[in-house]
Nanobody
Framework: QVQLVESGGGLVQAGGSLSLPCAAS????????MGWYRQAPGKQRELVAR???????NYADSVKGRFTISRDSAQNTVYLQMNSLKPEDTAVYYC??????????????WGQGTQVTVSS
């Protein structure tokens, strides 16, 4: 069974840092893009950062210069390093990956979400 397992969320003061790892496990033949999304209370889920298999990245304007996404292809893991955190970064963060698995097709997978709370 393919799954994405996130960790690293928690409570941090404004200006602090957190790192969110997400590991994909199961029978996975190929991984295309991996990324992080977030959803704050009463708001829609939004893209935070994304990285392709070739290493190209894109970020939401609100996190540019503060967040960095990276991946370890050998470990099927993506990381989100979050620095200079602000209270408006408070949300549930979800890992996302586009995978080719034993079903022999490409599908989008989601993690269970991890809470990030930034206090002012």
């Amino acid at each position: 069974q393919v799954q994405l397992v996130e960790s690293g969320g928690g409570l941090v003061q404004a200006g602090g840092s957190l790192s969110l790892p997400c590991a994909a496990s199961g029978i996975i033949f190929r991984i295309n893009a991996m990324g992080w999304y977030r959803q704050a209370p009463g708001k829609q889920r939004e893209l935070v950062a994304r990285i392709t298999s070739g290493g190209s990245t894109n970020y939401a304007d609100s996190v540019k210069g503060r967040f960095t996404i990276s991946r370890d292809s050998a470990q099927n893991t993506v990381y989100l390093q979050m620095n200079s955190l602000k209270p408006e970064d408070t949300a549930v963060y979800y890992c996302n990956a586009y995978l080719y698995t034993s079903t022999h097709d490409w599908s989008a997978y989601w993690g269970q979400g991890t809470q990030v709370t930034v206090s002012s």
